[in-house]
């Protein structure tokens, strides 16, 4: 008997024709999944196969950074796998020289050296070409000069190695969980400023387990926790032996801190609770250069430990918004901005930030921030070189009117013979007419990371190694008997 042929009618919807090719797909791929059950689980959804049209379609390339790990951070500078790394190896071979004591000097010290000349005839300066296997950074013109000044570089070669490493974590491209900041914490929470690890343990910092991290970290935080260290009530810098403060830095901070700890006035959010709100504290950050950069994030953690004032944080100088054209464009100077400020009021309900491209005593003639108040005023100096000769001169009409404000300054150097350079000029300069607030001597919150300077090899410095502070001097009014 034949066989009968069964004919469907063909639809003319086209969402039925969609379907029946839709189902199709789910066949073939179903079909396909159970030849293969261990790379397609039941639970998954089903994957349509892509067309060829675009299966066929390369996938465009991108260059990313190389992935170091942890044991894989030591690379000589000019074969580093971090193009940007190698570019700094370039920018040093062609600018810094050679500092074999036998070649004729380039640059002023920086830290306190007492090397002899080894060779009578001093030869001409030479940019260093070689890079030491140890450290992996350009050090010596020569293999010769090299290995014939090894021991004093071996006092350096070690820390120029962890310089190294460091840089390379940086472009290493990992996750940095040591750059997440806690918020605000209740007052109740009392913050330790004993060292690093008790700021960051009181403060609710995630824990930071590795040194390198630690490193990373306190280079950015050692800005605002260096002046909140000094500010707070409970700062490690008191009158006590050994605490570095003077009578007269007890006097100046002692009014600082009466309103930087305000007791509670009892306000509320109705109408009886109203209470007026005492002014921003100015800290006017002079000479701005990498710190007016940083994060915004970083600058909040300094209002975080004053949770009951706000701050107005003021970036003065030259270089204060160098290669930030694209984040923040220069404002065009008016009739109502006459120094081109840049206002950044949307930092936190607690912090404003402006910076001005100008020098200060360009501000001060103008009467710009006058008046001055004690309790509510201080200047910050970080790293000012106040007695290097490439930038004395352009102090030297700053700091007798920052004398005249009779409000506190604080300065940080680089090394030990950064920060006595500085307070040397200070007393050859201004013929005594200032009051030492806090003595010389090591920052507890400095940065625990070292940096290279590129046009030195030699030369290696740390953020903020160092602090002191000083005033305008003040004469107390004597009453005299009259006859």
């Not at 940086?170 to 929470?189: C, D």
Request: charged share 25%; hydrophobic share 30%.
């Amino acid at each position: 008997m034949p066989r009968l042929s069964t004919f469907k009618p063909i639809s003319r919807n086209p969402s039925v024709k969609n379907q029946n090719v839709t189902t199709g797909l789910l066949q073939q791929k179903r079909a396909a999944s159970s030849l293969r059950p261990q790379e397609q689980s039941v639970d998954e959804p089903v994957e349509i196969p892509t067309p060829d049209g675009l299966a066929s379609t390369p996938v465009p390339t991108t260059v990313e950074r190389p992935l170091l790990q942890p044991d894989n951070l030591f690379h000589l500078f000019s074969f580093s796998p971090s193009r940007q790394i190698r570019k700094r190896a370039d920018y040093i071979k062609q600018h810094a020289f050679c500092p074999h004591p036998n070649h004729q000097g380039t640059h002023q010290p920086t830290i306190h050296q007492d090397r002899e000349v080894k060779d009578s005839s001093l030869q001409k300066p030479e940019y260093v070409r070689f890079e030491c296997p140890d450290c992996g950074i350009p050090v010596s013109c020569s293999e010769d000069h090299w290995a014939d000044d090894y021991e004093f570089h071996m006092g350096l070669c070690d820390t120029l190695r962890e310089i190294n490493e460091d840089d390379h974590d940086l472009q290493s491209g990992r996750f940095f969980p040591e750059f997440e900041y806690p918020g605000p914490q209740m007052e109740e929470a009392l913050v330790n400023m004993t060292n690093w690890d008790t700021f960051l343990y009181s403060r609710e910092f995630n824990a930071i387990n590795e040194p390198r991290s630690m490193r990373q970290a306190t280079r950015l935080l050692t800005y605002p926790v260096t002046i909140g260290s000094v500010l707070h009530e409970l700062s490690p810098y008191n009158i006590r032996r050994g605490g570095r403060l003077t009578v007269e830095g007890l006097k100046s901070l002692s009014a600082l801190r009466y309103t930087l700890h305000p007791p509670r006035t009892g306000a509320g959010l109705d109408i009886k609770g109203l209470r007026p709100n005492p002014p921003p504290t100015r800290i006017f950050i002079l000479g701005a250069r990498a710190e007016s950069s940083l994060p915004r994030e970083v600058w909040v953690q300094l209002s975080h430990m004053f949770p009951r004032v706000s701050f107005h944080l003021i970036f003065i100088g030259p270089e204060s918004m160098a290669n930030r054209d694209s984040e923040f464009p220069l404002p065009i100077r008016t009739p109502s901005n006459p120094f081109g400020a840049i206002v950044e009021d949307r930092i936190s309900h607690q912090m404003k930030i402006s910076t001005f491209v100008e020098y200060y005593h360009t501000l001060h003639e103008a009467n710009l921030f006058y008046p001055y108040d004690p309790y509510f005023d201080c200047f910050m100096l970080f790293h000012p070189g106040l007695g290097h000769p490439a930038s004395s001169l352009e102090w030297e009409k700053t700091i007798p009117q920052l004398l005249e404000t009779k409000v506190p300054i604080f300065c940080t150097g680089y090394t030990e013979y950064d920060m006595d350079r500085d307070r040397s000029w200070i007393e050859k300069t201004m013929n005594g007419e200032y009051d030492l607030l806090m003595e010389p001597g090591e920052n507890r919150f400095r940065s625990l990371r070292w940096d290279l300077n590129d046009l030195n090899p030699s030369d290696v410095t740390c953020g903020n190694w160092g602090i002191w502070a000083f005033r305008g001097k003040r004469y107390e009014t004597t009453m005299k008997d009259v006859e």
